[in-house]
């Protein structure tokens, strides 16, 4: 499956000499758009947040899958990369900065550290032993730091798994 | 610059020389510089010396630390003359590792003090007359040392 594939509308368009018309499912549409436009926060901790920072610039340019724009405050982004070490005093503020996303959110721990701890496992006594102690964790990315290709695979698995969530239907359930 | 250079001492003057200000020195050659070993108690007045004697003039503290060998800890002073351009490394033993204290330097360089508080911090060396003595890095009601060889604590896994 081709980037055009991963971009295409999902659905069917039928065209007429008028125009045309097409026939989706509107969970498949809501999913379709959000995971094209995933904003994530501009948070990063130490060295993966580097290669982070490669993966946005001109490069590899996440923004060709979607992930536009890097928001400043926790409010407006609905994901988080987990770019590095978290030590026991920055997990407070992360699990703040997590709690303060709206909702649908998702959390990518990138390296490492976030899966693990990492290098600082044994022999430490500040290094938090993978943030899914913290807050809940959608991909893994291994590596010290991962490339950017890895990062961008991630992403694109992320992109995947909110395609096949029926968030919306869910919500309809809710009420 | 050429005048500088001219001032700056070498290894076996800077010897002569601090052992005017303080007999009883011993040195280290070994290392990248001039290494000096005073007990603690006479650190102020040497370190008075060491910064206003006008051919050592050491200016500037660069860099500040401690070590735990288990049955002491060593304090290490990495001073260095930016009129001179002259570096020498003095050590001064703290024998007492339960409660181990040693004066500030803070009165002589000012950079002292953080760096003071890190040591603190890390190693649990009281300083005496230091302005603000705290925990710089970690959280106020922290319980140890961690960079003291005998720390130990929950979240710690041994290798």
Redesign the interface.
Known sequence: MGLKDKLEFPGQVHETPDGGFMITKLDDVINWARSNSMWPLAFGTSCCAIEMMHTVNAKYDWSRFGFEVMRATPRQADLIIVSGTIV??MAPVLKRLYDQMPEPRYVIAMGACTISGGPF??????VV?GIDHIIPVDVFVPGCPPRPEALLHSMIALQEKIKNDAYFRKQVDKK | MCEIHKLKMTNEELKNSFAQIFPAVTFDETGEFLTAFIPSEALLPVMKELRSKKELYFDYLFCLTCVDWKDHLMMVYFLNSKTHNHTIVVKAKITDTINPKIESVYDIWKTAELNEDEIFDLFGVNFLNHPNLRRI???DDWVGY?LRKN?V?E?????
């Open positions: 026991m005093k496992f044994y022999n430490t006594y500040s032993k | 890095f970690l959280e961690p720390y604590d979240h710690m896994i041994e290798l």
